[in-house]
């Protein structure tokens, strides 16, 4: 019988994405260790466990996240069911040797996974390919293709075309259009209309494309051209800005599969 307490799993990257990962296997009962920058550059933050950087805590939908300073704390942290957070640019030595890998940064690329790095490493996405840099890959493109297993090849590649939620797509983002320091005049939850002032960059304005609820908002601060900081939800409905997407709850269900699945495999 699997036990999933005895296997510690490192996600690298606790985004809203990752989060349905961190989500699905907290709830199983996996100890889990989150890797994030110490400025993470997460949009949806209210369901994002990547916000206990700053925050110190977030708990979504009854799994609890702490922030911790040092690799033993994490491990001990997670082994007590919270998940931990720690910021980390690189993967820090543990107490316990992590079971599970999963690079859950969406970063479009292989930015440092090796097929090495635990016995059963994970990618999300684009950049990875099953049998090269990871043991598995997890589809991540909206479509009927969403969260499936690829346990040979790579995921379908980036087609830079963000996926349709409400009949909107890539005019449902915010994109910097200059560098600069970010500030918001805009909250989490607020219905805003097409060309309405959300925030600024220096003293450039950030207007919305759509209308819609507000849903995403990056940490003011610097940020470079092109970086994606908000996120507008045509749907109306401030309730959903605190619930995983359906998008993440897939994908985290593809990766809960891979994890049993291998498991399974070597406790034959």
Excluded at 15 to 37: K, Q
Excluded at 118 to 136: E, I, K, M, Q, R
Aim: glycine share 12%.
């Amino acid at each position: 019988m699997i036990d999933p307490s005895s296997h510690l799993v490192v996600v690298r990257g606790g985004g809203d994405l990752g989060s349905g990962v961190i989500w699905r296997l907290g709830r199983v009962g996996f100890p889990v260790v989150v890797l994030e920058l110490e400025r993470p550059l997460t949009v949806r933050r209210t369901v994002a466990y990547s916000s206990a950087i700053t925050n110190g805590r977030i708990t979504i939908d009854g799994i609890e996240s702490r922030r911790v300073a040092t690799p033993d704390e994490a491990v001990a942290t997670a082994r007590d069911g919270a998940v931990a957070v720690f910021a980390a640019d690189d993967l820090p030595s543990f107490p316990t040797e992590p079971s599970i890998m999963i690079d859950a940064r969406l970063a479009k690329q292989n930015l440092d996974t090796a097929i090495d790095q635990a016995p059963f490493v994970v990618g999300l996405g684009p950049g990875f390919s099953a049998g090269t840099d990871c043991d598995a890959v997890i589809e991540t493109m909206r479509g009927h293709r969403l969260g499936r297993v690829i346990w040979d090849g790579p995921a379908a590649p980036n087609t830079g075309v963000p996926g349709e939620i409400g009949g909107a797509s890539g005019d449902r983002l915010l994109r910097a259009e200059h560098d600069g320091i970010l500030d918001w005049d805009a909250a989490f939850g607020d219905a805003v209309e097409p060309n309405q002032v959300l925030g600024h960059i220096d003293r450039n304005p950030i207007t919305a494309r759509i209308a819609g609820t507000v849903r995403g908002l990056l940490l003011p601060g610097p940020v470079t051209s092109g970086l994606k900081i908000g996120d507008v939800d045509p749907r109306f409905d401030p309730a959903a800005i605190h619930e995983i997407s359906d998008k993440a709850l897939s994908i985290g269900g593809g990766v809960l599969e891979a994890v049993l699945v291998w498991l399974g495999r070597t406790q034959q």
